[in-house]
């Protein structure tokens, strides 16, 4: 079985990067347990007790670590954010510049990020020039707009960033309320988790956050019901017993140098990546050899039909609005065709935004920064038939306001 095939055969337009702090460790940030170690001689340079903090550390309870260290720091007038402010290693959450990874990570058809790391490394590795909407902790208009389908592309902070550190989520009071609570951002992440495919990058299987999102999983859908993959270092010989128990397809990864090297994780997004690229290019030349076919007299289905059958697994009248539209009207503003589909047509804007990436990355559409344009054939044209009635009508009805 070709696991990572099996995510690349899966792998859509809407599909949840999910990444995890494994993925920052590669530009130098820490590690959660070394993000303590900071947070312990912070503590213990503005004179507050570390002794219980270094034991819990040692354990690897973090969690309780965090609110004891967090505690201590109160006690001694000081809090979270002054120790992101004032302990100089900190600067590496702002300062710290994407490295390889990010770039491979960048290359994968989505524009749907998640992450609970508190550094700058996506916005500036993805968020570039404004092309993803970042959507901070407690952001009560982003949310409701990222859950009405409203943005084309996000990156979703949801344990804070550095920019505003007094929000940011550490402690073990702060994940309880997080995940036991019926916060904004708790309500939001278990939306996605119920109507998004996952893919995990950084996370460890002891992770609360992985454990929360697997968990929430299971509840709403049961473990053979779910569309999770995760890239984990060094889990050979778990693999059946995750896709089994809690429905999560490993990807295992090999670290070297006592796990401080993870280049094998390259190579498997690398991987991943190409298989997406061979999938796609299989699919496009399917299309091509179907509209190069001539029509069948004999079987009654159209051109159109035939193209999006072989692009697509399955065929929607929305494809058939969108392709139409945009072809009769021989190239159209993308907020117009929005419009009609949504407005006039009743699609909803999340699925109107899928389909318009689905179709432009199978060839059958193009669109430039505002415009969409049609790609001529014939199934361009069979599509202006179809809807050329509504058209006309939602042309009529916006002429008399």
């Not at 819990?56 to 007038?77: C, D, P, R």
């Not at 490993?250 to 690398?270: A, C, F, P, R, V």
């Not at 061979?278 to 079987?299: G, I, L």
């Not at 009654?300 to 065929?315: D, F, H, K, M």
Request: glycine share 6%.
């Amino acid at each position: 079985m070709d696991i990572i095939k099996e995510l690349a055969d899966s792998f859509k337009a809407d599909t949840v990067l999910f990444i995890g702090s494994g993925v920052s460790r590669q530009a130098g940030l820490p590690s959660w347990e070394g993000l303590l170690y900071w947070l312990k001689d912070y503590t213990s340079n503005v004179g507050g007790s570390v002794e219980t903090a270094q034991r819990l550390i040692k354990n690897k309870q973090f969690l309780e670590a965090a609110s004891e260290l967090v505690y201590q720091l109160t006690e001694v007038g000081k809090t979270l954010a002054d120790f992101f402010a004032e302990f100089n290693k900190c600067e590496l959450f702002s300062s710290a510049e994407p490295v390889a990874i990010h770039q491979l990570l960048n290359q994968l058809p989505t524009k749907f990020y998640i992450t609970p790391n508190y550094d700058l490394l996506l916005e500036k590795s993805f968020g570039l020039n404004g092309r993803a909407t970042v959507i901070n902790r407690g952001d009560s208009d982003s949310i409701e707009a990222l859950l009405h389908g409203e943005l084309n592309n996000y990156i979703y902070k949801y344990h804070g960033c550095i920019s505003s550190p007094e929000n940011v989520v550490l402690t073990d009071e702060d994940y309880r309320k997080e995940i036991h609570g019926f916060s904004e951002d708790a309500d939001c992440l278990r939306t996605l988790i119920r109507t998004k495919t996952f893919v995990f990058v950084g996370a460890g299987l002891d992770d609360p956050d992985f454990k929360f999102i697997r968990d929430e999983l299971i509840h709403y859908r049961g473990a053979n019901r779910l569309k999770v993959w995760a890239f984990m270092s060094d889990c050979i010989g778990d693999e059946e017993f995750y896709a089994r128990q809690h429905g999560i397809n490993l990807i295992n990864y090999d670290t070297q140098n006592d796990g401080s090297d993870h280049s094998d994780l390259l190579t498997k997004i690398e991987e991943l990546l190409s298989k997406i690229i061979a999938r796609d290019k299989s699919k496009e030349s399917a299309a091509k050899a179907v509209v190069q076919e001539p029509k069948s007299e004999d079987t009654g289905e159209s051109t159109l039909r035939q193209v999006l059958a072989a692009a697509n697994e399955e065929i929607t009248p929305l494809d058939e609005q969108i392709l139409g539209f945009v072809s009769l009207l021989d190239g159209v503003e993308r907020t117009e065709c929005e419009k009609f589909l949504v407005r006039f047509k009743g699609n909803t804007q999340n699925d109107v935004n899928n389909r318009i990436e689905y179709l432009t990355l199978r060839g059958l559409l193009k669109q430039t920064q505002n415009y969409l344009l049609p790609v001529r054939g014939r199934y361009s044209a069979e599509a202006a038939v179809i809807v050329e009635d509504d058209v006309m009508e939602y042309v009529a009805e916006r002429a008399h306001g």
